[in-house]
């Protein structure tokens, strides 16, 4: 009888063990999983996935303004163009200056781009308007600006060429946009790097 | 006691398997999320869009350079000369470099990308609601026989033909037959002179009247414009009108350039030889 009640007591023990076993295993596993798990903002090698989403859905918008039928110009270059040298900020309604905020971008097919596909999807964006001069040196104004990317934003560039002739006046160009003739001496105008940063609220 | 010491045993040997286990997950679970990670990171590689607008800029240049320079070959390239130099300091922050040459410019064939090693059978201009001016300057020198007769034909969507010109040289007498629908054909034969300018809409050849070419500037339906053994016949070409809905066009293929571009980064090389019709196609 006393050895029957020590063998009880036994499986008990070990039935206990695995129960608490069992339990450190699911805890440690729930942890772990939690520990590595991916939000839109997570700032590691796991959030590469949105990284790429991004960088893709940049490049594709690039791409189509970027596209001109039979020697019509690109809306990317047209939108270079029309620029008045002001920056633009999303108001929750229309882009435009921070200044006067009744002052809205007009005729920009990048602006209506980002308004269909970035701002209805809830990701932020900046483009910048880059170029260097005659002597090789870097400048870069906002062309829409909503505020300092955060760690997991993305860039995609675009480069567009211009000449004299696509600029027209180019004195007046070049006081409206800051953007200068590269090379006076022939219709050669400028390279103008559109960079546009993405990345999600 | 040595009972209680058996358990004591297996309690600290169930500790080891469950510690070996956790480990082991943890380890698996890692892995898992770094290969997935480095399969994701690896189309972040951008340098195929670097490649992809340089030649598109590129070919913008030349064709801007071809336009603006007036037929002074020296004017056109120091416009590419120009752009070489500051797309070089714009590629070199990118970390690329980035180098053109080869800048000549030679008649071009009537082939898809103006080479004689082109498509010789291809549509020139798709969705075409009505034609404006239209020009064909072929060299007489370099042009088809009977058996490879240049071709132009109008072809409706439904593949139906509604214009059709063939032209070859024989012997120096250019041979030139145009079909309107299934209508008998009409003749044209003219002494060949280099250049010769055919101007299918205004019905003449060297500014010379000649009988209609009965070319549909208007058709009731949009047609597309195709061209058969263009590797045959080399020449320039000139057409503009309007595109369906309502779109303005203008196609000039007087030269063709076909360049060398060089990029290359710590990562990789490219040379990619790219033939651009000049002055293209202009607004």
Request: with cysteine; net charge negative.
């Amino acid at each position: 009888m006393l050895l029957k009640i020590e063998k009880e007591t036994h499986a008990q023990m070990h039935t206990l063990e695995a129960i608490m076993a069992s339990l450190i295993m699911v805890a440690i596993i729930v942890y772990t999983v939690q520990a590595t798990s991916l939000t839109p903002l997570t700032s590691s090698t796991a959030n590469a996935h949105i990284e790429a989403q991004l960088q893709t859905m940049g490049q594709d918008m690039l791409n189509a303004l970027s596209y001109s039928a039979y020697g019509h110009d690109p809306d990317l270059k047209t939108d270079i163009l029309n620029w008045d040298g002001k920056q633009y900020v999303w108001n929750g309604t229309a882009y435009s200056t921070i200044k006067s905020p009744i002052y809205e971008l007009q005729s920009s097919s990048l602006a209506r781009t980002l308004e269909f596909i970035a701002v209805k999807r809830g990701i932020a964006h900046n483009v910048y308007f880059s170029w260097m001069d005659e002597e090789g040196v870097t400048a870069s104004r906002r062309y829409i600006y909503n505020g300092d990317p955060s760690n997991n934003a993305v860039v995609i560039s675009k480069r567009v060429q211009l000449s004299n002739g696509d600029v027209g006046n180019v004195t007046d160009f070049e006081t409206r946009t800051g953007i200068p003739d590269a090379d006076n001496s022939t219709d050669f105008y400028n390279i103008v790097n559109v960079k546009m940063a993405l990345w999600r609220m | 006691m040595k009972k209680i010491d058996d358990s004591a045993q297996l309690l600290l040997i169930a500790g080891f398997a469950v510690g070996v286990g956790i480990v082991v997950i943890t380890v698996m679970l890692s892995n898992v999320i770094y290969a997935s990670n480095m399969a994701s990171e690896s189309s972040i590689d951008t340098s195929r869009y670097d490649i992809a607008n340089a030649i598109q800029t590129t070919t913008e240049a030349y064709q801007d350079a071809y336009i603006y320079s007036n037929g002074t070959y020296g004017d056109y390239e120091d416009y590419i000369g120009s752009y070489s130099m500051k797309a070089s300091q714009n590629y070199a922050t990118a970390g690329f470099t980035f180098h053109l040459q080869n800048h000549k410019y030679s008649q071009p064939y009537f082939t898809g990308n103006g080479l004689a090693g082109g498509k010789g059978n291809w549509t020139l201009v798709s969705n075409v609601n009505t034609t404006e001016m239209f020009y064909i300057t072929p060299n007489t020198s370099i042009m088809g026989n009977e058996s490879n007769p240049l071709i132009i034909e109008a072809v409706s969507h439904s593949g139906s033909s509604l214009w059709l010109m063939r032209m070859y040289n024989t012997s120096g007498t250019i041979n030139i037959t145009v079909i309107v629908s299934s209508s008998t054909p009409s003749y044209r034969n003219v002494t060949a002179v280099t250049p010769m300018e055919i101007n299918v809409t205004g019905n003449q050849i060297n500014g010379n009247n000649v009988p209609s070419f009965n070319y549909p500037l208007s058709a009731s339906q949009d047609y597309s414009i195709n061209i058969y053994n263009g590797n045959t016949t080399a020449g320039m070409c000139t057409i503009s009108g309007n595109l369906t809905p309502d779109q303005p066009f203008t196609l000039m293929r007087h030269y063709v350039a076909n360049p060398t571009l060089r990029m290359s980064s710590g990562q990789m090389s490219i040379n990619r030889t790219v033939p651009i019709l000049l002055p293209g196609g202009i607004a």
